[in-house]
């Protein structure tokens, strides 16, 4: 009996380990693969890592210290789609349309009729975000023919808080100029997009006349804004989404940088 | 048998039932406080919240659309705080200094001495973190006399990308010019503190002079341009953290606006 108990327990560990054996070697192991422990983290550290990269490049934009760009760059495309989808726009739009109403209603006007708003239209009175959507939120080259195109449709909706802001200004008493890189070839499809949006009134629409084409916004704007001052005019706000719309001769006594990370105008 | 059976069944029951009777209503019940199952959702959801506008007051600061501000709001000193010492300050600086240093390199220099570059000290070429750090990263209002104290000390270190322009445009040929809005009675400390920081050599140190106290920063700073300009100079780069640095009479054909979410001069 001791006997066949010993044998049945050598029998047994040997039959084991030569198992152990033949699965080791020769059937294929399961397949497993094995992240390192910090897997999530690590790509919640890279995600952080793009944030803070795109927001400082978005800092660079909007603080006008970049050579001129042509598109945004390549890795900042999801972030520049969230922003603009999301709530961070809205906010800083928001933000800085409060701030320039708060201004407006500080200023003492003189009742003489030459107190004057000066507004950019394209991403200031009216949003292209429709056009971009579809063209990759700035990292596509702009394509003038197919912009032109977007334009001619008139279809561009109010910039709400902008909106806000310009029946706010012309309620005070301020003079309204309209001054736009668009060309007066533009002016009725203009002027129907911007009354179809909500615009209902203006004292001046001034834009680029056959003259005009081939100067630097920062150029035309200043000769223009410079018109208005020679004629008694008191540029007291300007409101636009490109540095080009604010710089210059005959600047205004407040400028408001509306938010555009999407494109730059020189 | 069958009795004492009985018996002790029934006292055990009605033991069990005075025992609950008495722990739910007599002693007290067990503080478990429970949170809403989404309580780190909401929390996150919170802090986002405040990065969002944080990050969006910054943008309006930097793009100088606040009127006059005097402290920075009470809810953002972390996130000011996280910036000013993390990363997000020192990835801002290299972007906007290595885009000068850029564009340093690009400018064709005339090579008769009168190519010149413009640069503010504080918060631009010295940095007066280590004096923020100590008074709320701008939470506190200014207090000129302890800030004095601090400058007198002479212990401001160096902005490193600063650093790095600075000797970039020096070897280049541009001339230097200091322009700050520190006093005349500064300027041993300051050529010691510049000295001590790595700062060797410049052509100009221009302080505010006894004429010039009470004079807005961009009056000052403009007045002392078109001096420059009337020598013949000609500013091609101008380095500033404020944007009194920046604006007013006889630009820069570049500036370039450091970050600075601490404080604001007019």
Redesign the interface.
Known sequence: MLFLKLFLLFSFFSFTFSLETFNSHLLPRPLIIRYPEDIETQFEKIDEELK??C??????V??????PWKTIPEECVGYIKEYMTG??YK??LE??LN?AG??AKSVELSGDGKDVWVFDIDETLLSNLPYYVEHGYGLEIFDPVEFDKWVQRGMAPAIEPSLKLYEKVLNLGFKVFLLTGRSEKQRSVTIENLTKAGFQSWDKLILRDSEDHGKLATVFKSEKRSKMVEEGYRILGNSGDQWSDL?GCAPSI????L?NPMYYIP
Chains 1, 2 share one sequence.
């Open positions: 803070l990269q927001t400082s490049w978005r800092f660079a909007e603080t006008n210290n970049l050579s709530r961070g906010v800083d933000r800085v701030e708060v201004y710089l407040r400028s408001f940088k938010p």
